[in-house]
């Protein structure tokens, strides 16, 4: 193995800091270049879609802060202090983003490793007597890394990309498998307006079961129990726990117990509906396992996410702090139900789609332990 030599994160390429157009000047959003903010879903390995973009008129603005492929961004204020993600198209990030444009001996590959592992470092130097935790350009630009030779780069990314590689194929397959069910669905319960007359009309609590969480900071695990990880609001949003995640006991009813492949819904705060596929867990409050004995899981889960758009709208229009619905919402939440005949025919088309999707994002999950786990052993 080649010597390893210390540098700087400013020698591995140039650093730029993001820039936030006028956000008062209506005519700088709404265009076709991204615009990444911390706000965005930094769990991957690639920018994802963004949840606002700019125009040439915008991008007039912060000219100098545009970002071509292969530029890793780093985020270092707040919560999500430490995330990285590769860009693969031209865009620009808000000024809470640093992003690095590598300079040709080093492997853009290697360095979204390697910030990886710097960018947990950074979250706990950034621990200081200020409320929100940040890491400014300069003491980003000089933190400290260790590099080995840009052959043996290329080497370690090459394992680690691999496995990305993998994770990211079986996301867009979901995708694609993702748009197929939901057409489905559409086709038979939505778009034909003919098939009403045809089936039962009824409401989503006839057929599932909407379980509240438990308040589990009641039940902390005892000093000699094993613990597993809550499921919040925000663990359901980026998929997964993380080491920030309460944890609560496992002894609790195992009807509050979480696995892959069950549906949850945030009834309060963010309203999502998703399979979870990030491991066991405890139920907080103000989500819902949702479970049937009666319907197919996908059935109740496409159901369930017909009515979403409109929970969201309840929830807005609540002069709360925390927007949220009741159980009368899903009593008067109609869905339509097929005899039992159709039902399974249906059922033999989308359940096989439905447990493809489920078994992919399973898949991701033990391929990205398997790359965390790799991931600081082939940095040392």
């Known amino acids: ?15 730029v800091t993001g820039k936030t157009p006028k956000t008062s000047v209506k005519a700088n959003y709404g265009g076709d270049i991204p615009f990444l903010t911390p706000s ?14 700019i125009t040439e ?14 530029a890793i961004c780093v985020s270092c204020i707040g919560s999500d202090l430490g995330k990285v993600v590769k860009t693969t198209k031209p865009l620009v990030t808000n000024q809470q983003i640093n992003s690095i444009i590598p300079y040709e001996d080093y492997d853009a590959d290697f360095i979204y490793y390697l910030m990886l592992i710097v960018g947990g470092q950074l979250n706990y130097l950034s621990k200081t007597s200020t409320a929100v935790p940040i890491i400014n350009k300069t003491q980003f630009s000089n933190f400290e890394v260790k590099v080995p030779s840009l052959e043996e780069q290329r080497r370690i990314a090459g394992i680690l990309g691999a496995i990305d590689d993998k994770i990211e194929n079986n996301r ?3 995708t694609n498998l993702e748009l197929q069910a939901q057409a489905l669905f559409d086709e038979w319960f939505v778009n034909d307006s003919t098939q009403p007359a045809e089936y039962n ?16 900071q009641r039940f902390r695990p005892q000093s000699d129990e ?22 609560c006991s496992q002894s609790i009813d195992s009807k509050y117990i979480v696995n892959d492949g069950d549906i949850i819904f945030s009834w309060s705060g963010t309203l999502l509906v998703d ?9 907080n409050q103000h989500l819902f396992k949702v479970t049937s004995d009666k319907y197919p899981k996908w059935f109740v889960y496409y159901w369930t996410k017909y009515h979403l758009a409109k929970f969201i709208r309840i929830a807005k229009d609540k002069a709360v702090t925390m927007g949220h619905i ?9 869905v339509l139900i097929p005899n039992a005949e159709i039902l399974s025919k249906m059922d033999n088309i989308i359940a096989p789609i439905f447990d493809a999707i489920i078994s992919r994002r399973v898949e991701n999950k033990t391929l990205a332990i398997l790359r965390d786990t790799l991931l600081p052993k082939l940095m040392n």
Not at 1 to 12: A, C, G, P, Q
Not at 40 to 53: E, I, R
Not at 226 to 247: F, N, R, T, Y
């Open 172 to 174: 867009r397959i979901n």
């Open 201 to 216: 009309r009824a409401s989503l609590t006839d057929i599932a079961n909407y379980l509240n969480g438990l308040a589990m």
């Open 1 to 15: 193995m080649t010597s390893w030599k210390t540098i700087h994160i400013s020698d591995l390429g140039r650093i």
């Open 57 to 70: 008129v915008g991008l007039s603005e912060v000219k100098n802060c545009l970002l071509q492929a292969n």
């Open 40 to 53: 965005d879903d930094l769990t991957g390995k690639y920018v994802p879609k963004t949840n606002k973009s």
């Open 275 to 283: 399979i979870w596929c990030g491991g066991i867990c405890g139920l």
């Open 226 to 247: 094993k613990a597993i990880p809550v499921l919040k609001i925000k663990e359901l949003g980026q998929g997964m726990c993380d080491s920030s995640s309460d944890i």
């Open 326 to 334: 009741k159980r009368g919402d899903l009593e008067t939440s109609e």
